[in-house]
């Protein structure tokens, strides 16, 4: 059975998600995609973790290819990629407030 692209997007640290989230702003080349997530998100991707995110999210159509503009290539999250995104946002904002309304059930927190 195919994987589905939302599957591999669960981990909040994922260099997929990230990509996808930065995308969600506007199209951006490889270095400010690197820029924009460890601006937002606090992490630094290699840049063999960055080409090999964009690679699985290109084969996934979840991003395109822009025409490259002064020896960058710019990419922008596709309508699938904004689906994907959305129904994995819902996901983690339900996991999040189960977590948050169980913390403050166990009384660990005020």
């Known amino acids: 059975m195919a994987k589905r692209p939302q599957q591999s997007l669960h981990r ?19 270095y400010a995609l690197l820029k924009d997530v460890e601006e937002f ?3 630094t991707l290699s840049p063999g973790t960055l080409y090999g995110a964009i690679t699985r999210l290109e084969e ?9 503009v002064e020896r960058r290539r710019p990419y ?5 990629g904004l689906t994907a995104l ?16 169980r913390l403050r059930l166990s009384g660990e927190f005020a």
């Open 86 to 101: 959305r129904e994995v946002t819902r996901e983690m904002g339900r996991l999040a407030k189960i977590s948050a309304t």
């Open 60 to 68: 996934l159509g979840l991003i395109e290819p822009l025409e490259s």
């Open 12 to 30: 909040p640290n994922d260099p997929a998600m990230l990509l996808l989230t930065s995308l969600a702003s506007g199209p951006k080349h490889g």
């Open 76 to 80: 922008r999250i596709t309508t699938s």
């Open 41 to 43: 998100a606090g992490v």
